[in-house]
């Protein structure tokens, strides 16, 4: 089971689950999103990050987590040149978030690695699938896309967790691009702070829920 | 038999005397058949729509696997691809399919045990679908399979419910469909001659997620469609399609209004095409009782002849 950190109130989810957190952006989506992805020891990390540079991602993560250990974390970004930036490989660009054939053989590959250093419980996050939308040359690309990750995140017992902010998209594609998930988190702003509420998984709290972030973001 | 067709495309794949290139894991796997292929171009003479995936090394010598991913997704494209390869992922040219999906397996040093185990995974799950799936798909698929689909289009009761709805709507095109796991095939349609369509060429794969029915008023400004090339070609502006569900509760496909032109659906509209899909379902399922029966009775009949045969030797 994949547990998550005690100022959530959240019940352990079971592996292969995938999770699409929705809310604004401006609004703790990213916190939230990493804060789910916070590993255990034994447990490897993968972040596609379309938006923010890698380096920026591993500081946010270790803001809240602590220690990004390259011998079981990785993080694709987007927007470089297409090459190995990091000594030991697991931080790696593609040129665009236009190019989900990179992105996804990045991730494919880095998936394999994980398995073949001998890590069973992956946890992967997508930040964000609002930006894939956004540029993606044809939505089909984008299901095909999901299709792939929630897919090999189902076999490989992973946990998935997906950033979608909804005021980006037209409503029938969020709707469309939600049912690609086995559950979802909405996250929402509240005048006292925040709070989410879960859709889709069992034994977890179905009414709204607040909770304290634990850093800006 | 085999459950999988492999089709493996590697530089010297086929070769007398080294095996064909192929990993021991795949040559050995009983539910496995693997075809293989030496080069990009004998890739593609060989792919047809009996293969259900696609291993590929990255460099081929007539061009890369890559391009045979770009080849697929225009034959088949709900088949899997896998490029099996050692080479950098990162220094591997995506060029003009950078949309497209392809999982990547190192070769290492294995026996190709993991390979296998990723191409069952990906065929099983159909991972690689360009469309959302509704979550009892598999049971969907054989409720449909029950529905005898391929001797369907002999049905002239569809026929008849289509003309209904092109003359009650005015529109350009009727039609009654059914989901396979593949494609979208045309049992009836009024308007035009659509026989079979892609099932990720269709807004029908979509509404099969609905509980009742969807209406695109205006196809060019639904961001889940405006970019279908096939739907500007077939001049497919406004759509309205209501399911078309099983006694049982599985729906297997649509009764669909299509036109060239943005258009709305008023409620009593809506009721209306309700009304002729619930009509054309219920004469699929009075069909199907009526297979049934008649393979009954011939089951019956083989049974009682063998019988009669068995006491005539005795």
């Known amino acids: 089971m994949y547990g998550f950190d005690s100022g959530l109130d959240l019940q352990p989810v079971s592996p292969g689950t995938s999770v699409v957190i929705t809310g604004p952006a401006m609004s703790g989506l990213t916190e939230l999103t990493l804060r789910l992805l916070a590993c255990g020891d034994r447990e490897g990390l993968i972040v596609l990050s379309t938006d923010d540079p890698a380096d920026e991602v591993i500081a946010n993560y270790e803001r809240r987590d602590g220690r990004f250990d390259h011998g079981r974390m990785a993080v694709v970004d987007c927007g470089k040149a297409r090459e190995t930036t990091s000594e030991d490989g697991n931080v790696r660009s593609v040129t665009s978030p236009t190019d989900l054939t990179g992105l996804g053989i990045q991730f494919t590959s880095l998936y394999e690695e994980l398995y073949r250093g001998g890590i069973d419980a992956v946890r992967v996050g997508v930040l964000s699938v609002s930006s894939l939308l956004l540029y993606a040359k044809e939505f089909r690309n984008v299901y095909r896309f999901l299709h792939t990750m929630t897919g090999r995140i189902r076999s490989a017992d992973g946990l998935g967790v997906f950033a979608l902010d909804p005021s980006s998209h037209d409503d029938r594609a969020v709707q469309s691009i939600v049912q690609t998930f086995d559950a979802r988190i909405e996250l929402r702003e509240t005048d006292g702070g925040r709070e989410f509420r879960v859709r889709g998984l069992a034994e977890q709290p179905e009414d709204w829920r607040s909770y304290e972030p634990v850093a800006p973001g | ?114 390979l296998a185990s990723v191409v069952r995974d990906l065929v099983a799950n159909r991972m ?104 500007v070609e077939l001049d497919i502006r406004s759509y309205a399609g209501a399911t078309l569900t099983t006694p049982a509760g599985q729906t297997i496909g649509t009764f669909c209004l299509v036109d060239d032109e943005p258009r709305a659906y008023s409620e009593r509209e809506r009721t209306y095409l309700r009304l002729l899909a619930d009509e054309a379902a219920e004469q699929l399922e009075l069909r199907r009782r009526l297979v049934e029966a008649e393979r009954g009775t011939e089951s019956g009949r083989t049974e009682s002849e063998t019988e009669g045969g068995r006491e005539g030797e005795s």
């Not at chain 2, 038999?1 to 040559?27: E, F, H, K, N, Q």
């Not at chain 2, 689909?149 to 003359?167: G, K, W």
Request: a negative charge; charged letters at 30%; glycine letters at 10%.
């Open chain 2, 128 to 231: 690689q679908v360009a469309y959302p799936l509704p979550h009892d798909e598999d049971e969907r698929l054989t409720a449909l399979a029950r529905y005898d689909p391929d001797d369907l289009s002999v049905t002239e009761a569809f026929d008849r419910l289509a003309d209904l709805a092109v003359e009650h709507f005015g529109g350009r095109v009727a039609f009654v469909g059914l989901v396979d796991e593949r494609e979208e095939r045309f049992v009836a349609c009024q308007g035009t001659d659509w026989e079979r369509l892609d099932r990720q060429d269709t807004i029908c794969t979509h509404t099969i997620l609905e509980e009742d029915l969807m209406v695109v008023e205006n196809v060019q400004e639904d961001p889940r469609f405006a970019s279908a090339e096939r739907l």
């Open chain 2, 1 to 114: 038999m085999a459950d999988i067709t492999l089709l493996y495309v590697a530089p010297g794949a086929g070769d007398a005397g080294s095996g064909g290139g192929v990993p021991d894991a795949l040559r050995r796997a009983a539910d496995l058949e693997v075809r293989v292929a030496g080069a990009l171009s004998a890739a593609r003479d060989q792919f047809d729509g009996a293969i259900d995936c696609v291993v590929t090394a990255y460099e081929l010598p007539d061009g890369t696997g890559i391009d045979l991913l770009a080849h697929v997704r225009e034959t088949a494209p709900d088949c899997p691809c896998v490029l099996y390869d050692d080479v950098d992922p990162g220094t591997i040219d995506t060029g003009d399919v950078e949309g497209e999906i392809i999982e990547y397996i190192p070769r290492g040093s294995g026996d190709g045990e993991r």
